[in-house]
């Protein structure tokens, strides 16, 4: 069985046991976190597909853990101008575990 999510403005498709990296979730690592907003859920040949989500459908998780993603730089340079600016970033991340498909 497998659904296809929505958190952090991204979609994911995602089936239990699998373990990804989303945008930062609340929460320390072991909480337990239940995604309400199931785009589609499929089992085999029978797919049902939400207007915009499915009906009583969930999809459970536990936070492993709270992380950062890499730093990404943001150089800009106006040549000649001896103008220079320079920013570095990391994103918050979150990594998860589905534990269980409700459809």
Known sequence: ?????KT???QYRVEK?????VEK???????????SDVLMVGAGKSVKIGTPAVSGAKVSAELVEQTR???LIAFKKRRRK???RK???????SKIRITAIKG
């Open 25 to 35: 979730l609340d929460g320390d690592a072991g909480a337990k976190i239940e995604f």
């Open 8 to 10: 952090g403005g991204k």
């Open 69 to 71: 993603g890499p730093k």
């Open 87 to 93: 920013k570095g970033h990391r994103q918050d991340l």
């Open 82 to 84: 001896n103008s220079r």
């Open 1 to 5: 069985m497998y659904a296809v999510i």
């Open 17 to 21: 046991d699998d373990v990804l990296t």
